[in-house]
């Protein structure tokens, strides 16, 4: 039982850094698919992070103005701060970026628009779907979205959840950035603390509405055919064995 535990872990393990390899090599061409006028992410990883304009300003906290430069050069340095009642704290994985969001941030109402970003989605796809299906993604229209269900009904997935959702997300956020490895000890990252978030905010109960509207949305588009109503009509198949048995119950009591 031991070894088989530690081959699970390993298999886990493996499929992670893979997902890690094929994300960080694709953000460059979603990318240039989604904006191929902007200035390009590299594709050399290192050269990412900070260091570029782009991947800069996604992984930039939401809630700082990025077209500050010294908000940019607080971040390249690693020095920028969050202001808050109790007075400024360091940046870090609680403090949600830029690439979450589809649209502008708005402190009025920082849920609008939060995990829902087309690079997500692409993300989502390619790793729950198939590599191919990213190709389908049509970012200016979302009836486009492939059926197939690739290997994420291969696995038994019918919908999104929280621990998923957060999984890409943590996915792409090394992606964005110029580390070179994804694990747990690296600090300057922070991705263990930026994933555990996620997952507390998508359980905590005070946002189940919004994040109920969240997985709706998601839904839609990963799984739109588990979630296509069953037809409520007087002449379906259910309705007519219905009625052919009520119809012998008669017969055999001599109605």
């Not at 087309?118 to 190709?135: D, E, G, W």
């Not at 930026?194 to 969240?214: A, H, I, R």
Request: hydrophobic share 40%.
């Amino acid at each position: 039982m031991m070894d088989l535990g530690k081959k699970i872990k390993a298999a886990a393990g493996t499929a992670k850094s893979n997902d890690s390899h094929h994300i960080s090599k694709a953000i460059p061409v979603w990318w240039r698919k989604l904006h191929p006028d902007s200035v390009p992410i590299p594709d050399n990883k290192v050269k990412r992070g900070f260091k570029n304009p782009v991947t800069s300003h996604l992984l930039c906290p939401a809630v700082l103005d990025w077209d500050d430069p010294n908000i940019q050069s607080a971040l390249c340095n690693r020095i920028a701060t969050i202001p808050g009642p109790d007075g400024p704290e360091a940046v870090s994985g609680v403090n949600w970026p830029n690439f979450l969001y589809d649209g502008p941030y708005d402190p009025k109402t920082p849920w609008v628009g939060l995990l829902r970003s087309h690079l997500l989605v692409m993300a989502y796809m390619h790793v729950f779907i198939a590599p191919s299906s990213v190709a389908t993604h049509d970012a200016e229209d979302s009836s486009s979205q492939s059926t197939r269900s690739g290997n994420a009904h291969n696995n038994g997935m019918t919908s999104v959840n929280a621990a998923l959702l957060t999984y890409v997300a943590a996915q792409v956020y090394f992606a964005l950035s110029d580390e070179g490895a994804f694990h747990k000890s690296n600090k300057k990252l922070d991705a263990v603390t930026f994933y555990e978030s996620l997952v507390m905010y998508l359980e905590d109960p005070d946002n189940e509405k919004d994040n109920k509207e969240l997985f709706d949305h998601w839904n839609r588009l990963i799984f739109p055919e588990s979630i296509t109503p069953v037809a409520r009509g007087k002449n379906t198949s259910n309705a007519q064995i219905k009625a052919a048995r009520l119809a012998l119950q008669h017969e055999a009591d001599g109605f």
